[in-house]
């Protein structure tokens, strides 16, 4: 049996930023309605012909943490790409990431698990590497919401809050039981699915010859829908219960997070938590700010950042936790 260690980081976000300013333009808000409710200042959209989708996007976070691992690309074992925003319906970008890195003829998987994608992903990567399976896991989270999103007043309330990015961890083997993750879980709440969800293109209820045939520009089935408070309420309770999940099961106590790195769904959930836990601003890493929401890709960004700016040091116990649209949510104890 083996531990998994992160031994590389990387993100890569689009150069265009988008203020809220900048929305208040397009949409009846404005910069004090978007902060006081989320916290987000700014975010990452990509603009037409930058070249950056979702793949793309996840292969340039991809070449950063691979670098920094001082793995081999030959010696990448599996590819795990998380993501609600595929650049496709099919293939998923897994594929597309083991082609362009020209990576080996590695397996490639891809989890659709929104906000929690990522812990999902680093929790498949883990138990692969622990059972010796694989040596060398290259993870991924990156997203495209810019083009899928409800830009009109109409949509303001889900809209302000995405951003696009992708963030990317190689894990690797340890053979050093007291160091790496100790512990990873996941948890899902399917009964309120309906309550964060994009419903089209979808097979479960409206053919695409429907849709076509329909042709409906008032159609707001492809845009994300959000009951914002039942999501919030929802989350504050999860976050709380799963990292004090993970701390139990590592033997750990709350004392003993260096640092805390939550989902950056929105800034006053993770003030909820900070303050919950009592922990310190030294403790907790916050991106919203600037990044808005990027799902999949908002832990790998935030744990980057926190890991270059020196927040993050050997001998540290670092907890990730998310939440998010399924209801999914999970949780990951790393000693780093």
Known sequence: ????????????????????????KIIDTNDEWIQERTGIQERRHITKGDGNTTTTMGVKAAKIAIERSGVAKEDIDFVIFATLSPDYYFPGPG?????????????????????????????????????????????????????????????????????DGAGAAVLSREEDLSKGILSTHLHSEGQYAEELIVKAPGMGGRWVTDIIADNDPNDESYFPYMNGQFVFKNA???????????????????????????????????????????????????NIQKYGNTTAASIP???????????????????LAAFGSGFTWGSAVIKW
């Open 1 to 24: 049996m083996y531990h998994s260690k992160i031994a590389g980081l990387g993100y890569y976000v689009p150069e265009n930023r988008v203020t809220n300013d900048d929305l208040s």
């Open 95 to 163: 594929v597309l990431v083991q082609r362009d890195l020209g990576l080996n003829t590695v397996g490639a998987l891809d989890v659709r698990n929104q906000c929690s994608g990522f812990v999902y992903a680093l929790s498949i990567a883990d138990q692969y590497i622990k059972t010796g399976m694989y040596k060398n896991i290259l993870i991924i989270g990156s997203e495209v919401h810019s083009t899928g999103l409800d830009m009109t007043t109409r949509g303001r309330g889900v809209s302000v809050i995405f951003g």
């Open 236 to 286: 504050v309770v999860r976050f709380s219960e799963v990292i004090m999940e993970g701390l139990k099961a590592s033997n750990l106590e709350v004392s003993d997070i260096d640092m805390l790195i939550p989902h950056q769904a929105n800034l006053r959930i993770s003030q909820f938590i900070q303050q919950k836990f009592k922990l310190t601003d030294d403790q907790v890493y916050n």
């Open 301 to 319: 960004i935030a744990l980057t950042e926190a890991w270059e700016q020196g927040k993050i040091k050997s001998g540290d116990t670092v907890v």
